[in-house]
């Protein structure tokens, strides 16, 4: 296995023990066990624990950009990449994989600011997809904080939306996507 191939072997290997409950009591040796690899391939990779959980909160972080960008894929209208983000937002309903790792690194003991650092280095890129989103900048970040608000909730476990009204939730949301507030 190479090495890209191995160091996200490890990663999904981690994510697979917190999402199990380890997040507390994860250890390097732990992950290593899981992933079927010596200890000292582990520690090539992640020197120490938080090298391991910043690596995953980043993975999370990556793989949700990605789905919007592949979500909006070729088209430049206006409002693409919100709503992109929405919908992407609102197809990832809080009991995947990713909610659970998130929902049990936020709340473990090996929690450290730190790790969210990649959500704070990549506000830059969001605010300019928002301002080049051909959308009013102050309706993008309405839109933006009411998911992130969304993506939150979930990660604490806080149901913050009824089922029966989600839908709804959603379109209006997307409606705000347009720059006349309508598809």
Request: hydrophobic share 45%; proline share 4%.
């Amino acid at each position: 296995m190479d090495d890209a191939k191995t160091r996200e072997f490890i990663l999904e290997s981690g994510a697979m023990l917190v999402q199990e409950g380890a997040a507390d009591r994860l250890t390097l040796a732990d992950v290593a066990t899981a992933a079927g690899l010596p200890a000292d391939t582990v520690s090539d990779h992640f020197p120490d624990l938080d090298s391991l959980v910043t690596a995953m909160v980043d993975r999370m972080v990556s793989a949700f950009h990605d789905a919007v960008a592949q979500a909006c894929g070729d088209d430049e209208s206006s409002g693409c990449w919100l709503r992109a983000y929405v919908q992407t937002g609102f197809e990832r309903d809080g009991s995947g994989d990713v909610s659970k790792v998130a929902r049990a690194l936020l709340s473990s003991t090996h929690y450290r600011p730190q790790f969210v650092e990649s959500v704070r280095e990549r506000e830059v890129e969001i605010q300019d997809w928002i301002n080049r989103s051909g959308i009013a900048p102050e309706r993008g970040i309405v839109i933006r904080a009411a998911m992130e608000g969304i993506f939150l909730s979930r990660m604490l476990g806080v149901e913050l939306i009824p089922a029966d009204l989600r839908e709804m939730v959603e379109a209006e949301l997307v409606a705000l996507t347009y720059p006349d507030g309508a598809p």
